[in-house]
């Protein structure tokens, strides 16, 4: 579904206490390139509101929303072969990707979508570029989105292969300190009370941030990364454990994107810092804890491997033994 932001929209500078989300929101739209932003998180957190006001920042203004039973031409487009015979030409119907070309693609409860709708929709994110092909035919147009997806974790999870695909994500929660829940509440109240006069308080804030994202990615291409970037960056990565190259390359690209926004002269090891949560959230895997022997010193690994082969393994216990009557023989008892 394509929306036009048209109807009064909560301005996205008028977020209250979501900083690490706004951050990867506007890299995101800084460098669509980064992959993406996986949003996570209970429902009431904003997720959707934050997505909405986003996409009120980009030149198209257009939001389109894929639902859950979408299907793959619903979502890549589709070929008239019968067209393409008789006339000779390619006849192509866009799908929801076309649509959100230059705005953003909102995928809500992603996790509950079908693995290579997912799959091949986080292709076309990373690239810019959507294929279609069907019968030896293909087409091909841009396609750069800020795609976004959200999810409710208690909802299931996506496959680990799947995580990785997404450039940034950030994990919301439940807020539960007094003072910041009340300005969220009389933020949301003032703006449904009467949306123009609030949006109107926040109109130079949200100009700002147009202004921003605009410089930002005209100024991309100008940076590079010195030697002390790509060093904390393998470092960073090298300590979360991650799987691949690709953490490594969307922590550039993010940093970069930062870099841009804030008008730096030059991407610098802080950029990295900031970013890397963002990036190796759900990237990072825990290191293994050594197995350990009773008395707690460390096992080689011989000894854990032989551990790991008789895992399960339980010792033979005494079971419980219960007093059994002594039955005289038949002829002891004639006698």
């Known amino acids: 579904m394509t929306e036009s932001i ?58 389109v929303t894929l639902p859950l039973g979408a299907s793959e031409e619903q979502l890549i487009g589709t070929l008239d072969i019968q067209s393409a015979l008789r006339d000779g030409g390619v006849k192509f119907s866009p799908g929801l990707i076309a649509k959100a070309h230059l705005g953003v693609l ?58 990785d695909r997404f450039g940034l994500a950030v994990e919301m929660s439940n807020c539960f300190d007094a003072s910041v829940r009340q300005r969220i509440v009389k933020s949301r109240l003032a703006f449904d009370a009467d949306p123009d006069a609030f949006r109107a308080r926040h109109r130079s804030e949200q100009a ?47 940093a970069r994107a930062l870099a841009a926004l804030e008008d730096s002269s030059c ?25 350990r022997e009773p008395s707690g010193r460390e096992s080689t690994s011989r000894e854990a491997g032989a551990a790991q082969a008789d895992w399960g393994y339980m010792p033979p216990e005494p079971t419980g033994t219960a007093k059994v009557k002594q039955v005289r023989p038949l002829a002891a008892k004639k006698a």
């Open 6 to 63: 048209s109807s009064p929209v909560f301005p996205f500078a008028a977020l209250v206490a979501q900083e690490p989300l706004q951050q990867a929101l506007l890299l995101a739209a800084v460098d669509p390139s980064i992959g993406g932003v996986l949003v996570s998180g209970p429902r009431g957190t904003a997720k959707s509101t934050a997505t909405r006001a986003l996409a009120e920042l980009l030149p198209e203004g257009t939001l």
């Open 208 to 254: 700002s941030l147009e202004a921003r994202i605009h410089a930002a990615r005209a100024a991309l291409s100008s940076f590079d990364f010195d030697d002390a970037v790509h060093a904390r960056v393998s470092e960073l990565c090298i300590e979360a454990q991650v799987d691949g190259l690709r953490a490594d390359i969307v922590m550039l690209r993010a």
């Open 106 to 163: 909102y995928v809500d409860e992603v996790n509950l979508l079908p693995n290579p709708l997912v799959d091949q929709l986080l292709d076309v994110a990373a690239s810019g570029v959507n294929i279609v092909e069907r019968d030896g035919i293909s087409h091909r147009h841009d396609a750069r989105f800020v795609l976004i997806g959200t999810m409710n974790p208690e909802e299931g999870d996506l496959r680990p292969q799947l995580l």
């Open 267 to 291: 991407v610098t090891v802080t950029h990295v810092e900031r970013v890397a949560d963002a990036v190796l959230k759900h990237r990072r895997r825990e290191a293994e804890a050594p197995a």
